[in-house]
């Protein structure tokens, strides 16, 4: 997709909840993709610690972050 539009309208014809965790210290660009898409009716959010390279700098955060929402507790952390 080449707009974000595009990949909104996508994302906002999803069937099963959808989870984005966006990274406080991301580039003002990809935070604002982020953002985007938690204002969807079907997108849970988890805002956390981190840069795009959340994953490594802040492993240990994210898993707890996301275990709720895989076991079927889809509530806004």
Same mark, same amino acid.
């Given at each position: 997709?080449? @707009?974000?539009? @595009?990949? =909104?309208?996508? =994302?906002?014809?999803?069937?099963?909840? $959808?989870? $984005?965790?966006?990274?406080?210290?991301? #580039? #003002?660009? /990809?935070?604002?993709?982020?953002?985007?898409?938690? @204002? =969807?009716?079907?997108?849970?959010?988890?805002? !956390? #610690?981190? /840069? !795009?390279?959340?994953? @490594?700098? &802040?492993?240990?955060? %994210?898993? #707890?972050? %996301? !275990?709720? &929402? !895989?076991?079927?507790?889809?509530?806004? %952390?």
């Amino acid at each position: 997709m080449d @707009e974000r539009e @595009e990949f =909104l309208a996508g =994302l906002s014809r999803q069937a099963e909840p $959808v989870m $984005v965790i966006v990274a406080e210290q991301a #580039p #003002p660009g /990809s935070k604002a993709e982020m953002k985007a898409m938690t @204002e =969807l009716p079907n997108v849970q959010a988890a805002y !956390l #610690p981190g /840069s !795009l390279g959340m994953a @490594e700098e &802040f492993g240990d955060a %994210i898993a #707890p972050a %996301i !275990l709720p &929402f !895989l076991q079927g507790n889809t509530a806004p %952390i």
